[in-house]
Nanobody
Framework: QVQLVESGGGLVQAGGSLRVSCAAS????????MGWFRQAPGKEREFVAG????????YYSDSVKGRFTISRDNAKNTVYLQMNSLKPEDTAVYYC??????????????WGQGTQVTVSS
């Protein structure tokens, strides 16, 4: 099973931008469709974005569509989430995981430590 380590979170003002990264190891990264998820305080973890193995196809939750961009570099075993026009409601711990393609569900039950994104108003 692939191991995932998220990084790049931080504190940013509303309207700002941030890019988070997820480095994978222990598996054949290029074979997995990948996704980003987030969990805000007191809320359940939710799907944010997904990307196909060959980077051609992507999909997003309605709440981030047009503001966030998911990408991946299979040579570096890394998936990214570029977040623009950030809003206070984007504040959450962000996680990556293998995604069941075309759905909002993660494939694996285990999660990394995530990376905290805090957007101030």
């Amino acid at each position: 099973q692939v191991q995932l380590v998220e990084s790049g979170g931080g504190l940013v003002q509303a309207g700002g931008s941030l890019r988070v990264s997820c480095a994978a190891s222990g598996g054949t990264f290029s074979r997995y469709p990948m996704g980003w998820f987030r969990q805000a305080p007191g809320k359940e973890r939710e799907f944010v974005a997904g990307i196909s193995t060959n980077t051609v196809s992507v999909y997003y939750s309605d709440s981030v569509k047009g503001r966030f961009t998911i990408s991946r570099d299979n040579a570096k075993n890394t998936v990214y989430l570029q977040m623009n026009s950030l809003k206070p409601e984007d504040t959450a711990v962000y996680y990556c995981n293998v995604v069941n393609w075309g759905t909002t569900a993660s494939r694996f039950d285990s999660w990394g430590q995530g990376t905290q994104v805090t957007v101030s108003s």
